[in-house]
């Protein structure tokens, strides 16, 4: 009878990956960085260790949505006080920071927990095709 092989975190061999944001849908750009950081591309895939790989994503600004959800859809944050509601429309969030844009539908999209803290970390999210990674060589993913 076979065992199930359970991968060890300090055997993991981390890639980097770079993704070209400009006319890419936000949500099918998402899924796509949400499985390399989680590591489900890997062969040896195991749910609770990090097994996933670095994503540098470049273009933030010139992401698309689909129907009217750059009018309908909403980011909404409370501090917990009294009227501490803000709630802004997509619009508003890409035209001042569309890094949290793409954070928060990749965020989302990850297990909760200490785990999803330590993946998220491994996202890097650039506003134009500039990034300080060449070092790094990252391979080139299309969508």
Same mark, same amino acid.
């Given at each position: 009878m076979q065992k199930t092989y359970t991968l060890k975190k300090n055997v993991v061999q981390k890639k980097w990956y770079l993704? =070209?944001?400009?006319?890419?849908i936000l949500g099918r750009l998402a899924v796509k960085v949400a499985v390399i950081l989680r590591g489900k591309r890997n062969p040896a895939y195991t749910p609770h260790?990090?097994?996933?790989?670095?994503?540098?994503?470049?273009?933030?600004?010139?992401?698309?949505?689909? #129907?009217? /959800?750059?009018?309908?859809?909403?980011?909404?944050?409370?501090? #917990?006080?009294? #009227? #501490?509601?803000?709630?802004? %429309?997509?619009e508003t969030m890409l035209a001042k920071r569309p890094k949290t844009v793409i954070r928060l539908a990749v965020r989302r999209m990850l297990p909760r927990g200490p785990l999803a803290d330590r993946l998220? /970390?491994?996202?890097?999210?650039?506003? =134009? =095709?500039?990034? %300080?990674?060449?070092?790094?060589? %990252?391979e080139v993913i299309k969508l």
């Open positions: 993704v =070209d944001a400009a006319d890419a260790v990090d097994c996933g790989d670095f994503v540098i994503v470049t273009n933030a600004s010139k992401i698309k949505v689909t #129907g009217r /959800k750059m009018a309908q859809k909403k980011y909404s944050r409370y501090s #917990g006080y009294i #009227g #501490g509601l803000k709630v802004i %429309p997509l998220i /970390k491994k996202l890097k999210v650039y506003v =134009d =095709d500039k990034h %300080p990674h060449a070092a790094q060589k %990252p």
